[in-house]
């Protein structure tokens, strides 16, 4: 009998050395997503970055735009305030944009309608056709617009600008009030209709308050998008109608004062407030969609029983 030689017994490698193919892949997931987070707040201090430059020179007390400031003070709100160019430059903006908010509401919820409900040849055409001032250059829109005033004598009138703002704000209303419709049950419609309304009592007392929290977040946004228009008002605004953002305009081409600053500051607090609003008004959309969904598949469940 030969006796076998005992092997050799190789030296174990230890299991915690050696990386898993999940540790791999959460580590390298961990390391996305912390570039990812990096890259994003480099893109949000790049836009945010400006405010941080022309809030305190609103505050400056240099008679000229400086960064830092020398000192602290109040007088260039003061002069917003007091000098009638910039005061009768606000309220008209204000004027043409509460007059264009009133215009895109009902003409953009009433095309949400007909493009959502409707089944008719060409709606995905017309639907684009509505929206596409969300992609064409403003600067080709203003041209445009001003050539066909010229023949109407629409230029310097308060009236044309807010008709050109109307065709820039229409598509906000338009894809914020189709979004709600998208998510409403018409069945509610039949039974308000089954049970003797009308079609204008079933749209003001059923379908309205639904869809109510789009309608106003689109009439917030083609507010201020009206607001702070400049190019089409560069163009057709002439000597009668000049807005607040013209005005801006005017003066950083003929004065270096930190006015626009204060000017500047103003607008950015009030838009921040209007896009508050609109974002409040989404999520209360998005709860009432989704209390709607809910009761449609308890009531799908209880049938089901």
């Known amino acids: ?101 009133v215009l895109a509401t009902i003409l953009g919820t009433a095309a949400s309608l007909a493009l959502v409900r409707g089944r008719f040849p060409g709606r995905n055409a017309i639907n684009s056709f509505m929206v596409s001032p969300l992609v064409v250059p403003t600067i080709i829109v203003a041209i445009g617009v001003y050539f066909f005033y010229a023949r109407v004598r629409l230029v310097g009138h308060p009236l044309g600008l807010s008709l050109a703002h109307t065709a820039l704000a229409l598509p906000f209303v338009i894809t914020n009030v189709s979004a709600t419709l998208h998510g409403f049950d018409e069945r509610l419609e039949y039974a308000a209709m089954n049970l003797g309304a009308n079609r204008w009592q079933t749209f003001r007392r059923v379908t309205l308050p639904i869809i109510r929290p789009g309608v106003f977040a689109g009439a917030l946004f083609a507010f201020i998008t009206s607001f702070d228009e400049l190019i089409v008002a560069l163009f057709v605004s002439g000597s009668g109608a000049v807005t607040l953002p013209r005005k801006m305009w005017d003066g950083l081409r003929q004065e270096i004062d930190p006015t626009i600053a204060a000017v500047s500051t103003v607008l950015i607090a009030f838009s921040i407030v209007i896009l508050l609003s609109a974002e409040l008004l989404r999520q209360r959309s998005e709860r009432t969609r989704t209390a709607t969904w809910a009761a449609e598949e308890e009531e799908g469940l209880g049938a089901r029983e």
């Open 1 to 101: 009998m030969t006796a076998t030689a005992p092997s050799a017994r190789l030296p174990r490698a230890d299991a915690s050395a050696v990386p898993r193919p999940r540790q791999r892949a959460r580590s390298s997931f961990s390391l996305g997503r912390a570039l990812l987070w990096v890259v994003v707040g480099l893109v949000l201090l790049f836009l945010v970055f400006p405010v941080f430059v022309v809030v305190p020179v609103s505050f400056s007390s240099a008679k000229y735009l400086q960064f830092p400031p020398p000192g602290w003070s109040l007088q260039w709100y003061e002069n917003y305030f007091i000098r009638p160019g910039w005061v009768d430059a606000t309220f008209l903006s204000i004027r043409v944009a509460l007059v264009t908010t």
